[in-house]
């Protein structure tokens, strides 16, 4: 079966997953036993690198939860908010007082952690000390034990303390586990979904090839243009820089979208909003109308073009009034949708015979007709079918709530069919249907049939599309 691009399809038995932990010297633990099984379902390169990557993911990850106001302290969001201020504004104090501070204050925190660690393995040795020689006052004052008593008593202490050594392991600092990886990853790309999407609505409006998109981004530009090179005279650019990193800092917390959501219900800023919109569309408008090649040089009065303005203004701010109340009304979505595009690919191989020209018999010792890009023998393009849907849920209690995630992969072509790829077809290395040209061993390969040659091999390509729905349900618990 063809595979992704970079992706590979073997499996990793037990025992080779935990030989990586023993030559890696990076333990890999899980949070529950019952996972152990996800071994099985990871390459042992990413296992690798999952390993590896681990503690990196993790501070990613609590940088992201600070970022989007996630954590149980906010107070830690509003103090990246006023590092991100203070760096734009003393920045040059930053750089060369902050950075060495910042290296003195880990030297120090290092210095002070063996010495406190130090001290208090000192305190509870002497503490144990005491302690045992308090127990063996005691057992030589005592009348009613003979000395096999003591030896027995002794011996029974010194096995107690010897199996409190032994069942005692201190676990190492930084160390995270594959479940708590995975976790992270999770979050970081749902982060980058969450970005990608933004990024995806502003892009939409700022397409060139549409004239309504350009009559708005106009209209837009009518008002906030000149506002923004007075901000910018009057302010400077690192107050702009810190200003607007702070409205983006500050834009998911949860008080900011309550705020956001009761301007958006205000019936008096929406007409406000409208009214603006619509006198800047047809300011744009009316001004492209009347000074176009054809009218320019018809006449035309002041108050005509007057006129003109007030009568689209109307027209666009019953359109400006719609769409806000449409969009206001619209109901947010409970559950994340993330969509990725694989592109599978397929080599068809063939071999010339004489007599019976191009074919697909082989030799036995030789590829198949049909392989992958690693060689491993494949069906043919026409066999190729997709996954079928799955559907996972799971449930997790966080403060007296049940939640309960549902997960629906789809996969679906994004291809109509399977294409020929035409990559260095203009370089000479491929003919003009495809066809990768080589000699007896399949080397030296060109794309001009020749004497020599006697394979040849083409890419067939065809993208598909997975589509992940994740649905949060979220209940009460109810009291027995």
Not at 117 to 123: G, L, P, Q, V
Not at 142 to 166: A, F, G, N
Not at 208 to 218: A, H, W
Not at 446 to 460: A, D, K, V
């Amino acid at each position: 079966m063809a595979k992704p691009i970079n992706e590979r399809s073997n499996t990793i038995p037990p025992s080779e997953a935990f030989k990586l932990s023993t030559t890696d010297q990076r333990p890999i633990s899980f949070s529950s036993p019952n996972t152990i099984q996800t071994l099985d379902q990871i390459p042992i390169p990413l296992l690798k690198l999952l390993v590896v990557l681990g503690p990196t993911l993790r501070y990613i990850s609590q940088l992201i939860e600070i970022l989007m106001w996630r954590t149980n302290q906010p107070r830690q969001s509003v103090l990246v908010v006023l590092l991100w201020i203070m760096a734009c504004l003393w920045t040059w104090q930053l750089l060369a007082f902050g950075l060495p501070l910042i290296l003195l204050y880990k030297l120090g925190k290092d210095w002070l952690s063996v010495k406190t660690s130090k001290a208090r393995r000192e305190s509870m040795e002497r503490t144990r000390q005491e302690q045992r020689r308090l127990r063996e006052e005691r057992l030589k004052r005592d009348r009613y034990h003979d000395e096999e008593d003591d030896e027995v008593s002794r011996l029974q202490q010194q096995k107690e303390e010897d199996d409190e050594l032994i069942s005692r392991k201190i676990r190492p600092e930084g160390q995270v586990s594959l479940d708590d990886t995975l976790q992270d990853l999770a979050t970081v790309n749902g982060f980058i979904d969450h970005v990608v999407l933004n990024l995806k609505r502003v892009w939409i409006h700022l397409d060139g090839s549409r004239k309504d998109t350009i009559i708005s981004v106009l209209s837009i530009l009518v008002y906030t243009w000149p506002a923004w090179i007075l901000l910018n005279w009057m302010l400077g650019a690192h107050m702009i820089l810190a200003i607007t990193g702070a409205i983006l800092l500050i834009s998911p917390s949860p008080w900011f979208c309550i705020i956001t959501m009761a301007l958006r219900k205000n019936l008096i800023l929406k007409h406000i909003i409208s009214a603006i919109w619509a006198y800047g569309v047809a300011f744009i408008t009316t001004t492209f109308s009347y000074f176009s090649a054809e009218k320019f040089q018809k006449s035309f009065g002041i108050r005509q073009w007057i006129s003109a303005v007030m009568s689209r203004a109307k027209t666009e701010k019953g359109k400006a009034l719609e769409m806000l109340k449409t969009s206001t009304n619209e109901t947010e979505s409970t559950g994340n949708r993330s969509e990725m595009i694989f592109q599978f690919e397929v080599f068809e191989n063939q071999r010339w015979w004489l007599g019976v020209n191009w074919t697909t018999n082989m030799m036995p010792s030789e590829r198949c007709p049909w392989t992958d890009n690693q060689l491993k023998p494949i069906q043919s393009k026409e066999y190729f079918r997709l996954p079928e849907p799955t559907v996972k849920t799971s449930t997790s209690t966080v403060n007296d709530e049940i939640i309960k995630r549902t997960t629906n992969k789809t996969w679906s072509w994004a291809d109509g069919d399977w294409w020929v790829d035409m990559t260095g077809e203009l370089q000479g290395k491929i003919d003009h249907n495809g066809w990768e040209y080589g000699n007896n061993a399949w080397k030296q390969m060109s794309g001009l049939p020749g004497i020599q040659t006697f394979t040849r091999r083409r890419r067939w390509c065809r993208r598909a599309r997975l589509v992940e729905r994740e649905i949060e349900q979220i209940e009460k618990k109810k009291d027995v």
